[in-house]
């Protein structure tokens, strides 16, 4: 069976981690197309398992033939929608009007509010000379919900649970696998993690943060009603193989610097960076002594007028013998810009 996948606003990132939870899930696939927001794959999957563990897709489709497409039957009242050619969406319409069905199309209409609808719904596409009808659909409502009623969030400042989500799934994590955060904050990407059934160890040099963190955790896992695989730890990053032996995945934004209510001049910037580099460079080193597999790191830089100004990452992570994987922009409308990258040791053969 043909699926599309509609991407996220960062695509990239979107396709990698469905590349990764498959791989990692070992779900045989073939990709069909691979355009700018969308990914059209074969495969034999359950569309609403698959986006209930993916945070970087939309919606899934799964492909029907044209005839299919037009002899759909409908109930007595929905709410549609269309992105077909002209000629497709004049024949639906007709079948509306003959078979007297109460249809409300409604074309902006978004994930979250389609969660909440209360009469069915149904989506058709075109792309590429074929046509989808809708099989899952994102629930943003559960990360709101979860931001809610998490005991100390605050998602302004935080990583959203979408992108801890993607982050992990293209880490590789799975049940058994041992995460490390070693900048954990409130503990959100501990809780992606101990989702996919993962012992995860966070650490922060911040105590009143570990504290929040440890609420969360234990909150999450009742909530969901998992074990309570986790620890967690008041210590210094830099200092990290003096307190965990091993972890197969570490998946982490470290601190960035400080808050910025405006783009800073140029001097503030190099003092920031110099800040940073004394941080990065031990931690990277420390976390070279304890990962196994594979580390997922945020990074930061900034943006003038003229030119980019930041750390020489590549150069930080041969010393500490990392190698780069891959790496994904991650910049969102703000004043400071982030890269996500994906490293893995130079001695790293896969079996260790």
Same mark, same amino acid.
């Given at each position: 069976?043909?699926?599309?996948?509609?991407?996220?606003?960062?695509?990239?990132?979107?396709?990698?981690?469905?590349?990764?939870?498959?791989?990692?899930?070992?779900?045989?696939?073939?990709?069909?197309?691979?355009?700018?927001?969308?990914?059209?794959?074969?495969?034999?999957?359950?569309?609403?398992?698959?986006?209930?563990?993916?945070?970087?897709?939309?919606?899934?489709?799964?492909?029907?033939?044209?005839?299919?497409?037009?002899?759909?039957?409908?109930?007595?009242?929905?709410?549609?929608?269309? $992105?077909?050619?002209?000629?497709?969406?004049? /024949?639906?319409?007709?079948?509306?009007?003959?078979?007297?069905?109460?249809?409300?199309?409604?074309?902006?209409?978004?994930?979250?509010?389609?969660?909440?609808?209360?009469?069915?719904?149904?989506?058709?596409?075109?792309?590429?000379?074929?046509?989808? /009808?809708?099989?899952?659909?994102?629930?943003?409502?559960?990360?709101?919900?979860?931001?809610?009623?998490?005991?100390? =969030?605050?998602?302004?400042?935080?990583?959203?649970?979408?992108?801890?989500?993607?982050?992990? *799934?293209?880490?590789?994590?799975?049940? !058994?696998?041992?995460?490390?955060?070693?900048?954990? !904050?409130?503990?959100?990407?501990?809780?992606? !993690?101990?989702?996919?059934?993962?012992?995860?160890?966070?650490?922060?040099? $911040?105590?009143?943060?570990?504290?929040?963190?440890?609420?969360?955790? =234990?909150?999450?896992?009742?909530?969901?009603?998992?074990?309570?695989?986790?620890?967690?730890?008041?210590?210094?990053?830099?200092?990290?193989?003096?307190?965990?032996?091993?972890?197969?995945?570490?998946?982490?934004?470290?601190?960035?610097?400080?808050?910025?209510?405006?783009?800073? /001049?140029?001097?503030?910037?190099?003092?920031?960076?110099?800040?940073?580099?004394?941080?990065?460079?031990?931690?990277?080193?420390?976390?070279?002594?304890?990962?196994?597999?594979?580390?997922?790191?945020?990074?930061?830089?900034? /943006?003038?007028? *003229?030119?980019?100004?930041?750390?020489?990452?590549?150069?930080?992570?041969?010393?500490? *013998?990392?190698?780069?994987?891959?790496?994904?922009?991650?910049?969102?409308? *703000?004043?400071?810009?982030?890269?996500?990258?994906?490293?893995?040791?130079?001695?790293?053969?896969?079996? =260790?």
């Amino acid at each position: 069976m043909k699926y599309l996948f509609l991407l996220g606003r960062n695509n990239e990132l979107s396709k990698l981690e469905i590349y990764s939870f498959f791989n990692t899930e070992k779900i045989s696939f073939k990709i069909i197309s691979e355009k700018e927001d969308y990914l059209i794959i074969e495969s034999k999957i359950n569309p609403e398992k698959i986006i209930n563990n993916l945070g970087g897709t939309i919606k899934i489709f799964e492909n029907i033939s044209i005839s299919d497409f037009l002899n759909f039957h409908f109930p007595e009242k929905f709410i549609f929608k269309l $992105d077909v050619n002209k000629e497709l969406r004049k /024949k639906i319409k007709e079948k509306i009007r003959n078979e007297h069905l109460k249809a409300i199309e409604k074309p902006n209409i978004t994930p979250s509010q389609i969660h909440k609808l209360k009469l069915p719904f149904f989506e058709f596409i075109e792309r590429e000379n074929l046509i989808f /009808k809708i099989s899952a659909i994102t629930n943003p409502n559960i990360f709101k919900e979860l931001d809610e009623k998490l005991p100390f =969030r605050d998602p302004k400042i935080e990583m959203s649970f979408r992108l801890a989500k993607i982050l992990v *799934n293209i880490s590789g994590a799975k049940e !058994g696998k041992v995460l490390l955060d070693p900048f954990c !904050g409130t503990g959100t990407i501990l809780c992606i !993690g101990l989702e996919k059934n993962c012992r995860v160890i966070g650490v922060d040099i $911040d105590e009143k943060r570990i504290k929040e963190a440890q609420e969360n955790l =234990r909150f999450f896992c009742e909530y969901k009603n998992i074990p309570k695989n986790f620890e967690v730890l008041n210590a210094d990053a830099r200092e990290i193989s003096k307190y965990i032996k091993f972890a197969d995945i570490i998946v982490t934004e470290p601190y960035l610097g400080p808050l910025l209510k405006k783009i800073p /001049k140029r001097e503030e910037i190099e003092k920031i960076l110099k800040e940073l580099y004394n941080l990065y460079s031990t931690f990277l080193f420390e976390a070279s002594k304890i990962l196994k597999e594979k580390m997922i790191i945020i990074l930061p830089y900034f /943006k003038l007028k *003229n030119e980019i100004l930041k750390l020489n990452y590549e150069e930080m992570f041969k010393k500490a *013998n990392f190698k780069v994987l891959n790496e994904i922009e991650y910049s969102q409308k *703000n004043k400071l810009k982030r890269k996500i990258y994906i490293l893995t040791l130079n001695n790293f053969t896969g079996t =260790r």
